[in-house]
């Protein structure tokens, strides 16, 4: 075996357990974070009524979107 046939085989073996250890770690994070349950609660506008003003600014343009986009499909309808 050459080198480089040495070399390649040695980085493809890099790349597996960085992307095994890269998945492992967001399932960890994932799993800790759906463990300690909601952290934001929401109204059925999709407003976030918890402290963080970073929330409700994104939870507001989630809504705004939602209804853009609503408003689009029934323009597209024919319904006002």
Do not use: Y
């Amino acid at each position: 075996m050459t080198f480089a046939e040495v070399l390649v085989k040695t980085h493809r073996w890099l790349t597996l357990a960085a992307a095994l250890l890269i998945t492992l770690c967001e399932v960890l994070v994932f799993n800790s974070q759906s463990a300690r349950g909601p952290e934001e609660k929401t109204d059925a506008g999709g407003v976030t009524h918890v402290g963080s003003s970073k929330g409700t600014r994104r939870s507001l343009a989630v809504a705004a979107g939602i209804q853009w986009a609503n408003s689009a499909v029934r323009t597209r309808r024919g319904v006002p």
